[in-house]
């Protein structure tokens, strides 16, 4: 779904991430670790075409990213959910409409009863009207997860999803990922929280990528 072939990337004259080859199969799991700085947020906007390629090729759904139009970057993005660390909400509007709002930009009807079905799943239907200066970090957090999987994305990729909540939050996070891999939904978790990916272990398949010095590596077999 998602390949590397011998891609870097450069930012402000110094190279961040150097000869990286990889593919991401349809409905794998990967997390991807690295200290802070090591390019965990770069990798992942490679992957949605937030970015492009220093050098090498970066092929989404089967087309070369360098080669996309306007057009074309938005029709791959509405295949792509992202959930990212900081998320931002429009503090004016409820948070159904938060989540509904790629639907909303797209020009597609919000069906209210998917929406509800939706807000139960990640367990915030009791703050469908609740304004998001009042919701926890957890529940940022949930709400941000279903707007990314509301246009029904074939890739998942979160940005350090559990950085900001407590660890009970973070499985509860967890789970919602792995239910959305058993459904086979293709995820990326870049974090830096290595309890995180071995609780994983007990729940599903698995595997590492690891960035050091500028390269990803698979770091092992599965968890």
């Given at each position: 779904?998602i390949?590397f ?29 690295g ?18 390629p ?16 306007r057009?074309?970057?938005s ?41 509800g ?28 997860l ?71 590596q698979?770091?092992?077999a599965?968890?």
């Amino acid at each position: 779904m998602i390949s590397f072939e011998n891609v870097a990337y450069s930012y402000g004259g110094g190279e961040l991430l150097s000869d990286i080859s990889l593919r991401l199969a349809p409905g794998s799991f990967h997390f991807l670790t690295g200290p802070s700085g090591s390019g965990k947020s770069t990798f992942l906007k490679l992957c949605y075409a937030e970015l492009l390629p220093t050098v090498g090729h970066v092929t989404v759904f089967d087309r070369e990213v360098r080669s996309l139009n306007r057009d074309d970057v938005s029709d791959i993005r509405r295949r792509i959910g992202v959930v990212h660390q900081d998320c931002q909400f429009l503090d004016h509007l409820p948070l159904a409409s938060n989540v509904g709002l790629p639907l909303t930009v797209s020009g597609r009807e919000i069906d209210n009863q998917d929406l509800g079905d939706l807000l139960a799943w990640v367990g915030l239907k009791h703050l469908a009207d609740a304004l998001p200066p009042s919701l926890s970090g957890g529940e940022r957090q949930r709400a941000a997860l279903a707007r990314a999987i509301i246009m029904g994305p074939d890739i998942i990729l979160a940005d350090e999803p559990t950085g900001n909540v407590d660890w009970e939050m973070s499985l509860r996070l967890l789970l919602l990922l792995v239910e959305l891999n058993r459904m086979g939904k293709t995820i990326v978790v870049a974090t830096h929280d290595l309890n995180l990916i071995r609780q994983a272990k007990s729940h599903l398949a698995a595997r590492v990528l690891r960035i050091r010095n500028r390269r990803i590596q698979l770091a092992g077999a599965d968890l």
